[in-house]
């Protein structure tokens, strides 16, 4: 039982060139989440899914897409990266949306940086 | 707009003492208030708190909320240098674009030997 995991760990990109961050998770979750960690600004939620097939926009999602075509997948794109895009990005999932008992359980981030 | 604040930002102390950690919140459609540890990687989930005045214990962190006044308190006793961290409170609420969960910017610990 691997929790979360994050493809890739660290990447470097050039302004401009695109990418596609990979999240899995083995937990049979139905939410799953995509965060991005600034120094001084906490964790905010780029984009979520509530299950296979669905997204939805979060706090800051402008400049990436998201798509779960399989429940255990969240994909998170940049289509066109710029310098702002420079962050550690974390997934998360959970088993419901945050019932009495639900908590988010996360991966290990990838550090992104956008030349 | 929905708010988190933790206070404070950074805080040193040193073994063996007693730290307590501030997160107000201001939020709508309030459903439970987390806190995370994060150690340079991946927040790993503390308490979730969803009753005022029920504390949650588990070793020597504890943790309360408080619904009339906004706020949970994360404390934590006989400080060890593990416990150096970033410790993150977060708000789950119901939002009408669905689940939502925000973070407050962490309070950073440091316990010095």
């Not at chain 1, 991005?36 to 926009?57: C, F, N």
């Not at chain 2, 730290?19 to 208030?33: A, I, K, M, Q």
């Not at chain 2, 020597?60 to 060890?80: C, G, H, M, V």
């Amino acid at each position: 039982n691997a929790g979360v995991t994050q493809t890739p760990k660290f990447r470097v990109l050039k302004t401009g060139q695109s990418m596609t961050l990979l999240c899995a998770q083995d937990m049979n979750h139905e939410y799953m989440y995509w965060y991005r960690q600034d120094p001084g600004m906490g964790l905010r939620l780029i984009h979520y899914s509530v299950g296979e097939g669905t997204t939805a926009k979060g706090e800051v999602p402008d400049g990436y897409n998201v798509s779960r075509l399989k429940k255990q997948n969240f994909l998170l794109g940049l289509e066109s990266a710029a310098p702002s895009q420079t962050s550690v990005y974390f997934c998360a999932s959970s088993r419901f949306g945050g019932g009495s008992t639900d908590t988010q359980y996360f991966g290990p981030g990838t550090r992104l940086t956008v030349l | 707009e929905d708010k988190v604040v933790q206070s404070p930002l950074s805080l040193v102390v040193h073994e063996g003492d007693t730290v307590t950690l501030n997160c107000s919140y201001e939020v709508t459609n309030f459903r439970s208030l987390l806190w995370y540890k994060q150690e340079k990687k991946a927040p790993t989930f503390l308490f979730m708190l969803t009753s005022s005045g029920i504390e949650k214990k588990s070793g020597r962190l504890s943790s309360i909320l408080d619904k009339k006044e906004l706020f949970s308190i994360l404390n934590i006793t006989a400080t060890q240098t593990g416990d150096s961290a970033v410790y993150l409170c977060a708000s789950h609420t119901n939002s009408n674009s669905g689940y939502a969960l925000n973070f407050g910017k962490g309070t950073s610990l440091l316990v010095t030997p």
